[in-house]
DNA sequence: CATGGTTTTGACAACGATGTCGGATTCGCG
DNA sequence: CGCGAATCCGACATCGTTGTCAAAACCATG
């Protein structure tokens, strides 16, 4: 199993590696004719370059890293798989690095995959975004680095973003369009700071629309199945209930509509209930969730192209290294017009 | 931000670069007195390896490989983390590939991971490794790798697995024993080996207790939640259907679940449903799925540490590198006591 | 205190690519 | 035809580490 270097190549095309070198790089200066002879033979003795000695001498990776909380969860594996393809469209490798804020010597962690790998940037998912002291890790190192939908934007971070505040707001006014004033909300964990642009944008559509917020109908989940249950149960315990339910996202909003199929209560008739995320657990039910349709693998799949792109490398910040993906409102069974709704005031 | 390299270590600790190298990769023949100074010299100035000049030179690469057909599905998401949770204990780092079988040209990726990134292990998972053509690339670039789940155990292929028939036959026995007859089984896609394993788990079973199995109530699903749900309606429909349906995984029978439910049969009265898998999805409805926990996060990581062992990679086939891990029988509440099972057949 | 054997150490040459830079070739144009 | 300016190409050093191998230091022993 012989490997193939770039000096069989070059000796089988008659030039010197530094023009092989030049051809598999796409670099000018190349005469078409040596150009074509080259790539044949790269083709038939199936050449690949050693991505080591290639970085080892350009001290480029060709490696972006992915950062991210919690890798299991549904988020992380669509926000992965964008960052993946796109990476792989580019010619990039994918590092997934876990970081577990909570436990000491994380940094440990972070600090050897950049010194170590020497990683061309990274993408760095919600909720560790937002830490500044993560963040720092990255600017000292200098490498370029892009946030997923963070409470700041620093201006030599990249960043992509939703609007959590217009879909949220979106989504608050479709359900008081379909007659409910009894809307209750539930938040996400309090690290997360695009649940709290969410709650902000409930708030403002119900501004708007003069409903006070009723806040015995606000309450904090943590983003869990388990804990859409437990808020449930909360919720819709009592006669006193509400006619809507808004859910940071729909792994709570799942728990939730759970929670009502136990209590026989029907949805949409007598309880509507909405996500955000659109993810898997929002059709893993009957009725389906009606819910907010969050561009993550297109966000990740924008931030490796911000990594990628020279232009950014060269000059941070960069105008265009901040961008904001358009949501769309998912509207499916778990939403309906307000009951007879005479009998709660 | 100057990096800090071996050179950097050896002139401050009066020792050679080479000396240095040797205390960093534990091995044997330095003086502990030199090899603390040493590393008291590492930790003041954070020195931090090369992967990429450590790769070149040794010719290792400190890398392996994950070949997978869907990395979005909760399946992928449990065995990746396994992978990288062990993979950082041993200091070895996880490249995730996406194979898609059916998209001519995967071969390429595959080539490239093994030849440019030289890759000292791969993982390979359900249903590819069952694919002779993706196996073949491996063991002719002498690429140790490991199966996991695979239908057959190539001598030079490592494998992890566990008792997909032993477990199919006692989710089957324990619906008999609570009295059901009439069981249909929802097969898995034809390409994936575990499914059939399963199948004729089921089948063993119901041999043994003397009960036919009725063909009408075998159906294949692809493992999709859309797939359950459209089974359900098939099995559902009329008032001739089984008792207990048993499905090849968790997805479909929370699809068959939410038809029930859809169609006001009551689980587990009037219904029994069984999954396989123990996904979250089995927990995410109500109410819950019984399935058979199966110890996919353990096995990824099983498999890194056949990957890693130097003696799995010094003699090929080895005997420790073919293991069978257990699984667990999770009992929740879709499943029941057969009712008055008098009016059917 | 020589002797032979074991540790311990370092000089040097890889590993396989790319950056630098100067020399060769070609081109354009007076 | 001649001459400067592009354009093309290759020799060589280099990236940061480890393998090889021989020299140096140490040890116990007769």
Redesign the interface.
């Known amino acids: ?1 012989k ?1 193939v270097t770039i000096k069989d190549v070059a000796a089988r095309a008659g030039v010197s590696p530094k023009t092989v070198s030049r051809v598999i790089n796409g670099e000018d200066h190349v005469r078409a004719e040596i150009r074509e002879a080259v790539q044949r033979v790269v083709a038939e003795l ?1 050449y ?6 290639r ?2 001498s350009s001290s480029r ?1 060709y490696l972006l890293g992915l950062f991210i909380d919690d ?4 988020y ?3 926000v ?2 964008g960052a ?2 796109r990476c ?1 469209e580019r010619s990039y ?4 690095e ?1 970081v577990d804020l909570s436990r000491p010597g994380w940094q440990d ?1 972070v ?2 995959s950049i ?4 990683l061309d940037g990274a993408i760095i998912a919600p909720p560790i975004c937002d830490a500044p002291e993560l963040i720092d890790l990255f600017r ?3 490498v370029p680095h892009v946030l997923m939908a963070p409470s700041v934007e620093p201006e030599d971070s990249g960043a992509v973003r939703m609007d959590d505040h217009g879909a949220a707001r979106e989504m608050t006014d479709y359900l008081i369009c379909l007659g409910h004033r009894h809307i209750a909300f539930v938040q996400g964990p309090e690290n997360h700071s695009a649940s709290i642009r969410r709650e902000e944008g409930f708030r403002a559509a119900m501004a708007t629309a003069a409903i006070a917020v009723d806040e015995r109908f606000v309450l904090r989940g943590d983003f869990s ?1 388990r804990s859409g249950l437990e808020l449930g149960e909360a919720l819709l315990r009592g006669p006193d209930r509400p006619s809507a339910i808004f859910a940071c996202n729909d ?1 709570m909003a ?1 728990g939730l509509l ?2 009502a ?2 209590r026989d209560i029907q949805v949409p008739d007598d309880l509507s209930i909405a996500g955000f995320d659109d993810a ?2 929002s ?4 009725p389906q969730i009606t819910t907010i349709r969050q561009p993550k693998a297109e966000m990740a799949a924008a931030a490796v192209d911000i990594l990628v792109d020279p232009s950014f490398r060269r000059t941070i910040p960069h105008p265009d290294a901040h961008l904001m993906l358009p949501h769309a409102l998912v509207v499916r069974g778990s939403t309906g017009r307000c009951g007879t709704d005479a009998d709660r005031v």
Chains 1, 2 share one sequence.
Do not use: E
Request: glycine share 2%; net charge positive; proline share 6%.
């Open positions: 199993m490997t199936d690949r370059p050693n991505a080591f000695a970085s080892l990776s890798p299991v969860s549904g992380a594996a669509d992965q798989h993946l393809i792989r490798h994918l590092v997934v876990p962690h600090r050897d010194a170590s790998l020497r000292q190192s200098a199945f792994d799942l759970i929670t199929i136990k898997a657990s059709r893993a039910a009957w």
